[in-house]
């Protein structure tokens, strides 16, 4: 019997206003173990935190990928959302027959096979499980970061806009991790009142 590989592809991280935007390949056998498994945002981090290590052991081959903001800037976020997925995807050490990218838009440099579904995080289990990979992986950076600048609260807000990372702005300026042309950052780094640092 033939295996047919699937690859699920989901992204995280395109809204925030720092750090790498992530993407994650998953390709599952047929008898997965993986309790709760769904969207990655509707499981608390605890349970993807859990998850994650075990749809790695079980994936029949699975890649995380990123774009670094030095991309999204140079790209734009969508692209460079792009770029990771296909870096994910050609990461993989499995030839996939068929890629399922959540969302509605597949790269233009897809080198397989693919489709996008609305909301696949929440119907197929491969887009579920790289939606997990992705989620977690993106939040690695998030604590490390946090190590590195711990008066921004990253390991808090994960990067979003939040009061707490605005505040943080406001005090201690624009990092080099940040999006520069993202909003409210791009309109701190025209006003002239914070530089890159």
Same mark, same amino acid.
């Given at each position: ?12 991280g395109?809204g ?27 499981l ?8 994650a290590?075990?749809i790695?052991?079980q ?20 692209h460079?959302t792009? =770029?990771a997925?296909? /870096? ?8 996939p ?5 959540d $969302?509605? !838009? ?10 996008a579904?609305v909301?696949?995080?929440l119907?197929?289990?491969v887009?579920s ?21 711990p008066q ?18 406001n005090?201690?300026g624009? =990092?080099?991790?940040? /999006?520069v ?5 791009k ?7 914070? $530089?890159? !640092?």
């Open positions: 019997m033939v295996s047919i590989w699937i690859t699920g592809v989901d992204e995280a395109r925030p206003l720092v750090g790498s935007v992530f993407a994650a390949a998953v390709i599952l056998p047929e008898n997965y173990d993986l309790p709760y498994l769904t969207d990655s945002k509707k608390t981090e605890a349970r993807r935190d859990v998850l290590p075990l790695q052991e994936a029949v081959a699975w890649c995380v990928a990123s774009a670094n903001v030095a991309e999204i800037e140079s790209l734009n976020i969508l460079a792009m =770029l997925m296909t /870096r994910a995807v050609q990461g993989l050490q499995v030839v027959q068929e890629v399922l990218i $969302g509605n !838009r597949v790269p233009k440099d897809m080198p397989y096979a693919a489709r579904i909301k696949g995080d119907s197929e289990p887009i499980a790289a939606s997990v990979l992705a989620k977690t992986a993106r939040d690695a950076q998030m604590y490390a970061l946090d190590v590195l600048h921004y609260g990253f390991a808090r807000h994960k990067g979003y806009g939040t009061p707490e990372h605005l505040a943080a702005l005090q201690y624009v =990092l080099k991790e940040h /999006r042309g993202f909003k409210p950052i309109d701190m780094v025209q006003r002239d009142l914070f $530089g890159s !640092r």
